[in-house]
């Protein structure tokens, strides 16, 4: 009937979503990034259990960086949940784009809640690459897969930073700044088939820096509400011409 | 009651400042979300606009880094990420190609300009 991917159980399709993780450029991303974040939280003093909760319950690299430094150099509560907040607000675009590939008729509000916290830019690239490929009824359990191996990659590796601190040189350690960027460039590059997704992606990456340039507030937020009503608009014209 | 003093302290911290601002939006997401088709033309908004923030996020990390990239000088950080895409794009596309060039280039550049 169709070419989807059918798995024998949601056990099997978890797994499979952990092997995708585990063999995903993203491992490597993400072990880098959180060797960085461990060795991060070890100078600001954090315990190395303080930091793995923050890994778990936060789960975004963005904000774990903006809650350790703030909090690390004497910020208030309140100035530290403010910058981690303004951090945060792309999640939302990115579930109302998710959900609707995981959700089907009678899918349970309790099942959406685990996709839903594991959603952060890597997860959510690779479930929007693969998971229109499988059969609706195995998509969360492959997404939680995904989301579990990732976070378990993200951890370990935390803990190592945790203990290496001191011993990374300087020019290692900006290889592994340097490899969110370019993971994010090209696994979204891959993912924009579509000229509206294309249009958005060149029009962040040229608004998003001029925002910030000109110290402009929010200058995520506005990048994305710019970028990405100008991309549908663009969207929305040609298909009116077409 | 428990005192927050000590060491729960930093565990209110995670939870105030780090836990719950982050999570609203996803929540948010969720509520929002839930009713939506994957054609519907909000999803196509929603997902042009994450896509628009990613492309920022990924311009302002390589043009205004923090910590040790910011050493590195802009001309060898754009030039890494110019040769990231141009080698993703003749290698059919792979992120793991372009990044791995790009990973390489940030680290021959890194060690000849950076002094």
Not at chain 1, 122 to 143: D, K, M
Not at chain 1, 176 to 188: K, N
Not at chain 1, 189 to 194: E, V
Not at chain 2, 78 to 86: D, H
């Amino acid at each position: 009937m169709s070419d989807l991917t059918v798995y024998a159980s949601p056990r099997a399709a978890f797994g499979n979503g952990v092997r995708s993780a585990l063999l995903s450029v993203f491992l490597i991303v993400l072990a880098g990034t959180y060797l960085g974040l461990g060795a991060l939280a070890h100078d600001f003093g954090f315990t190395e259990w303080w930091f793995a909760l923050s890994t778990a319950l936060v789960w975004a690299a963005p904000a774990q960086v903006i809650l350790l430094s703030s909090l690390g150099t004497g910020a208030t509560v309140v100035q530290a949940a403010v910058a981690v907040t303004l951090s945060a607000i792309r999640l939302l675009p990115m579930l109302v784009a998710l959900l609707p590939l995981l959700r089907r008729k009678g899918t349970r509000f309790r099942d959406l809640l685990l996709p839903t916290h594991f959603t952060a830019i890597s997860v959510w690239v690779e479930s929007l690459r693969l998971l229109p490929g499988i059969a609706p009824e195995f998509r969360i359990p492959f997404c939680n897969g995904l989301g579990a191996g990732y976070m378990g990659t993200a951890l370990v590796f935390g803990f190592i930073g945790y203990f290496l601190a001191a011993g990374l040189p300087p020019l290692f350690a900006a290889t592994l700044l340097f490899l969110t960027p370019m993971s994010f460039l090209m696994s979204t590059a891959r993912n924009a088939r579509m000229m509206i997704d294309r249009a958005a992606f060149g029009l962040g990456l040229v608004i998003g820096p001029l925002l910030a340039w000109y110290r402009v507030e929010l200058d995520l937020m506005w990048t994305g509400v710019i970028g990405g009503l100008l991309a549908y608009a663009f969207h929305r014209l040609r298909g009116a011409l077409a | 009651m428990i005192t927050l003093t000590g060491q729960l302290w930093p565990y209110f911290l995670l939870i105030v400042a780090g836990y719950l601002p982050n999570e609203i939006w996803r929540a948010l997401g969720l509520v929002l979300g839930r009713g939506l088709d994957e054609g519907s033309e909000l999803v196509m908004l929603a997902r042009a606009v994450a896509t628009a923030i990613i492309g920022g996020v990924v311009a302002k990390l390589i043009l205004f880094p923090s910590g040790a990239l910011a050493n590195v000088p802009l001309s060898v950080r754009l030039a890494a990420a110019l040769c990231a895409f141009i080698a993703f794009l003749l290698a059919k596309r792979s992120v793991f190609a372009g990044v791995l060039a790009g990973e390489a280039a940030l680290l021959l550049g890194g060690f000849l300009f950076a002094h």
